[in-house]
């Protein structure tokens, strides 16, 4: 872990909250609507860039401070691991589009497709940079094949038992594969695994607290995500 890279990545992490703001605005809304463009509150336009509060009547969009304050620590614990490697890039990308995916999934209970789709040629290309330039040939065949490992796991647990794993979760976890499997077959069984044991043990606090019931449903990306970032921010060198 770089302490330097890491400092820096924290930095970093405000500012690009404060971008995924407007990403996070407009498109936490139920799937086939229209992207949010208007104050919840009183129905005025809200700017395209810099959604924190509404300029009309003062409502502020979202937790004041927490988009910010995540994707600084999910940035500055990826930049302590990867700062100054071929795959700093990928590993960057990933963990601030995952922010604005999990602070959608948690509002809204979807994973877009607008985010995740585009997001798969923009990690593939950037990991084939990584391979390229630090002779990784094998650490890029094994993420392609990651990312088809995953996402049909996914796509088997999803036609088991449907209305558990969503299509999203099915999409995202293909992606999170490509991540995954980069750093090797370990690393994406444990980032596969932890993503469970996460949602589990979270949905048994919470039924013990009496706020979910057993039938209830939460969603499962924000899991996903947070299993794949530990399993990648613990896992030692491929
Ligand atoms: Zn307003």
């Known amino acids: ?23 996070v605005f407009q498109l936490s809304v139920p799937s086939d609507t229209p992207d949010q463009t208007t104050c919840p509150r009183c129905a005025a336009a809200v700017p395209r860039w810099f959604v924190i509060r509404c300029g009309h009547c003062g409502h502020h969009f979202g937790t004041m401070g927490a ?18 490697r071929p795959d700093m890039l990928a590993f960057s990308f990933l963990g601030v589009l995952g922010v604005a995916l999990a602070a959608i999934d948690l509002s809204v209970q979807r994973l877009p497709d607008r985010l995740i789709l585009p997001a798969y040629p923009v990690t593939i290309v950037l990991l084939a940079f990584a391979a390229l330039t630090g002779h990784a040939a094998g650490a890029f065949g094994r993420a392609l094949l990651g990312g088809l490992v995953l996402g049909g796991t996914y796509l088997a647990l999803a036609l088991v038992r449907p209305g558990g794993i969503g299509g999203g979760d099915v999409k995202l976890a293909g992606l999170a594969g490509l991540a995954l499997g980069w750093l090797g077959w370990p690393t994406l069984m444990a980032g596969a695994a932890l993503g469970f044991i996460l949602s589990g043990v979270v949905s048994l606090a919470l039924i013990a607290a009496r706020r979910l019931t057993l039938q209830s449903m939460i969603s499962f990306g924000p899991f996903m995500l947070a299993g794949a970032l530990l399993a990648t921010t613990l896992a030692g060198a491929r």
Do not use: I, K
């Open 1 to 23: 872990m770089s302490a330097v890279w890491a400092a820096e990545g924290l930095v970093a992490g405000v500012p690009a909250g404060t971008v995924l703001r407007s990403a």
């Open 67 to 84: 988009l910010e304050l995540v994707t600084a620590l999910v940035l500055g614990l990826l930049l302590g691991r990867f700062g100054g």
